[in-house]
């Protein structure tokens, strides 16, 4: 069965910190990793990473995937209170489904 | 470009009611799925649809029926409501390349009382 956990499960930082999300998984047939951000209604994509090591940047969130070790990070610098969302990793694997399982989740939280 | 469309945003079912969820996209997918979200778990698939006239079950379809007549709508039907199908429904749909992420809809809030 497709496993994918994520850690922490909830962060609670200042204004101007930088967190870094994990997310390690166990699939059979790795296709991509995704991850999504989602507020109150449904996710929003974030990056989608197939290859180890290459580092995908859009402003302040920037994510890496470590295909060996098995596992992705989701870093944010310089956080601001409209980062605080559940941050969700999902990997899309080669099975039948060609579905994504989802972590739990890392309710992030930023204080001003 | 409305993008994935979900219909009801709310609803309250007794239980043993049926109902049914819609799901259209307007960006010519073929792949289109169905997740539930419970609180504080990862999203699971319900069904999944490769294209039109074809779909396959996820990792909990009990409960639950799809049908894909179009490649635009998508529906989820519940037969007989049961509690333990409170939940949070979204629909999402890809164009199945690898470098592309899913849409999701609104997602459907559905009470079983």
């Known amino acids: 069965e497709d496993k994918v956990v994520q850690s922490p499960l909830s962060l609670v930082v200042h204004e101007g910190d930088t967190v870094t999300l994990n997310c390690s998984y166990e699939?059979?047939?790795?296709?991509?990793l995704l991850w999504y951000k989602q507020e109150k209604k449904a996710p929003t994509f974030l990056f989608m990473l197939?290859?180890?090591?290459i580092e995908k940047k859009s402003g302040r969130l920037s994510s890496i995937l470590d295909k060996k070790e098995l596992f992705s990070i989701l870093n944010i610098t310089a956080t601001q209170t409209g980062d605080s969302a559940i941050y969700r990793c999902a990997v899309r694997s080669g099975g039948g489904a060609d579905g994504l399982t989802f972590g739990k989740g890392t309710h992030l939280i930023i204080q001003p | 470009n409305a993008g994935v469309t979900q219909t009801p945003k709310f609803r309250i079912l007794k239980i043993g009611q049926s109902m049914t969820l819609q799901c259209t996209q307007d960006?010519?997918?073929?792949?289109m799925y169905w997740y539930r979200q419970d609180p504080g778990m990862g999203l699971k698939l319900i069904y999944y649809?490769?294209?039109?006239?074809?779909?396959d079950k996820g990792e909990v379809p009990n409960g639950y029926n799809v049908s894909r007549s179009t490649t635009e709508d998508f529906p989820l039907r519940l037969e007989l409501a049961a509690p333990s199908q409170t939940s949070v429904y979204f629909c999402?749909?890809?164009?199945?390349?690898?470098?592309?992420?899913?849409?999701f809809g609104s997602g459907t809030r559905l009470t079983v009382v």
């Open positions: 960006m010519n997918h073929n792949y």
């Open positions: 649809s490769v294209g039109a006239g074809i779909t």
């Open positions: 699939v059979t047939n790795f296709r991509s």
């Open positions: 197939t290859s180890s090591g």
């Open positions: 999402a749909s890809s164009n199945g390349a690898l470098d592309y992420g899913y849409t």
